[in-house]
Structure formats: structure tokens, C-alpha cells
Nanobody, 121 residues
Framework: QVQLVESGGGLVQAGGSLRLSCGAS????????MGWYRQAPGNQRDMVAV???????TYADSVKGRFTISRDNAKNTMYLQMNSLTPEDAAVYYC???????????????WGQGTQVTVAS
């Protein structure tokens, strides 16, 4: 089994910073693209940032220049450094990863349980 566990969410004042972490564990053969998504109440789940196993990154326009995604392949861990937060960034943030486990020959899509980010104005 493969699990993704996020941490680092919480309450922050506008203009502040948070760092989210996502750890993948289980019978992992290889981890491919990883990413952060967010969903505010009443909205769809949107991509925030993704990173390939080689380190290529893509960001949503709304977070460019403020958020930085990174990963430690040796630890199967991904991070999201969020700076200059605004109330519009408040949402549940989900970790996503495409992982090939030892149980399956094809990679599968996995999601974490989500972590709440609240930004006070």
C-alpha cells in the first residue's frame, strides 16, 4: 500500500508564510510527477504546482513568484513553500503523486487527505 501524508497547514496572517510537506510511504518502486492542488469551499480542485522527478516545475499563474515547490527524491517527500499569502490562498491543500508500487506494474495516482490553510486578513 502507498500513502501520502500532508503536514504544515494552519492559520497565518495575510502576508505571512507556511511550508507544507507531503511524505509518501509504503511499497514504493518509483515516484514520478508530484504536485499540490487546492480546493476552497464551493470551488473545484485546482492545480497549484507540480514537479517532475527531474525537478521541472509548473505553477498556477496565481502563485507564481510567491510559492516554491520542491522535492527530496531520496526521502519521497515534497514541499510547498508559500510566501506572501493572501485570503484568496485559503483552501484545503492536497498532495498528489503518480507512484509505481511493487504491487502493480503500472503507476497509479495517489492523493493525500488534505491539510487546511487559513489566511486571516
Amino acid at each position: 500500500q502507498v500513502q501520502l501524508v500532508e503536514s504544515g497547514g494552519g492559520l497565518v496572517q495575510a502576508g505571512g508564510s507556511l511550508r507544507l510537506s507531503c511524505g509518501a510511504s509504503g511499497s514504493i518502486f518509483s515516484t514520478h510527477v508530484m504536485g499540490w492542488y487546492r480546493q476552497a469551499p464551493g470551488n473545484q480542485r485546482d492545480m497549484v504546482a507540480v514537479i517532475t522527478s527531474g525537478g521541472t516545475t509548473t505553477y498556477a499563474d496565481s502563485v507564481k513568484g510567491r510559492f516554491t515547490i520542491s522535492r527530496d527524491n531520496a526521502k519521497n517527500t515534497m514541499y510547498l513553500q508559500m510566501n506572501s499569502l493572501t485570503p484568496e490562498d485559503a483552501a484545503v491543500y492536497y498532495c498528489n503523486a503518480v507512484i509505481r508500487s511493487f504491487s502493480f506494474t503500472q503507476p497509479k495516482d495517489y492523493w493525500g487527505q488534505g491539510t487546511q490553510v487559513t489566511v486571516a486578513s
